[in-house]
């Protein structure tokens, strides 16, 4: 590569849910930008993550886990998003999980083998591995599933290869002028990105209680001198959820206040004033009207 060419491509990241495609973005781009919890489905949303190194910009995509279960509007939405990114990019990272292959697993390998866009497997949480000779026999198990330019053994947390990883990614990016300025991170906005942190502290918080039927809404997002002023309302589909997300005596919310209010100030350098409330509205994640207009439908 030449000083004076430059190199621009896409890059998605895709696999099924919880395998740890955003904790692997936020590593690659050195920076929080997706949302991660232990709970599947965290990642709703396409989310575009962008690192510039001199003359090669990588965008990534980030999308949400690619589902078998497809009962819910929400569900729908979500894989059509995944499949709607595969077939536009240049290169696809498949993220597995050590030696786990489950259904959902073979449900997106049969998904990326009609696809004719390069793929890398990334073998992800290799740190917990104890019996290291035991991967190579599951890294020619991977090597029949899916036609694979490269399979990376790799701890997204630990940073563990990555550099390898993110090296092997340029060699597929084409020559090509930069689509975004190079101190820009993401496509999405400040109110999106809000929104997403408040609904991550939520689905931390929570653990398996209501995490599926809440969404975040951003009404208001106002900059006035040195100060953010965000009114966030959080939507359930019932009650018995808005008494849980409240908790006793409003601790629950008043938590979750805090340290979506810490994040934000750290993403956005600024002081926030973040004030949130819960609505039922529901059968919204089953609606595709209601998703739209939460922004679920835009990509």
């Keep these: 590569m030449t000083a004076e060419n430059t190199y621009c491509g896409y890059v998605a990241i895709v696999g099924r849910p ?43 995509v980030d999308t949400p886990g690619i589902h078998t279960n497809q009962e819910r509007a929400i569900n729908r939405v979500m894989n059509r998003s995944a499949a709607s990114v595969i077939s536009d990019v240049d290169l696809v990272v498949f993220v597995v999980d050590r030696f786990e292959w489950s259904e959902a697993d073979e449900y997106v390998a049969k998904y990326l083998s009609n696809n004719k866009v390069p793929l890398i497997v990334a073998l992800n949480k290799v740190d917990m591995i104890e019996d290291k000779k035991a991967l190579l026999p599951h890294l020619e198990f991977l090597s029949s599933k899916v036609n694979a330019v490269e399979l990376i053994p790799l701890s997204a947390l630990r940073k563990t290869n990555l550099a390898e990883l993110e090296e092997k990614i340029k060699s597929y990016i084409p020559q090509k002028d ?43 997002f106002r900059v006035e001198g040195k100060i953010t002023y965000i009114d966030a309302l959080i939507l359930v589909e019932r009650d018995g959820q808005k008494k849980i997300i409240i908790g006793t005596k409003g601790e629950r919310i008043k938590k979750i206040g805090e340290q979506s209010r810490a994040d934000i100030e750290n993403l956005l350098d600024s002081k926030v004033m973040l004030r949130t409330w819960v609505k039922v509205r529901s059968g919204w994640s089953d609606d595709e009207r209601a998703l739209r207009s939460l922004g679920y439908m835009d990509e």
Aim: glycine share 4%; net charge neutral.
């Design 18 to 60: 919880n395998v740890g495609k955003s904790t692997l973005l936020n590593h690659i781009l050195g920076q929080k930008l997706c949302i991660t919890s232990r709970k599947p489905q965290t990642t709703r949303h396409t989310l575009l993550g962008i690192k510039t190194n001199d003359n090669i910009q990588m965008i990534f």
């Design 178 to 220: 930069h689509l975004f300025p190079e101190d820009q991170i993401t496509d999405r906005s400040e109110r999106f990105l809000a929104a997403e942190i408040v609904r991550e502290k939520i689905t931390r918080q929570l653990g398996a209680e209501v995490p599926y039927q809440v969404t975040v809404e951003i009404e208001e």
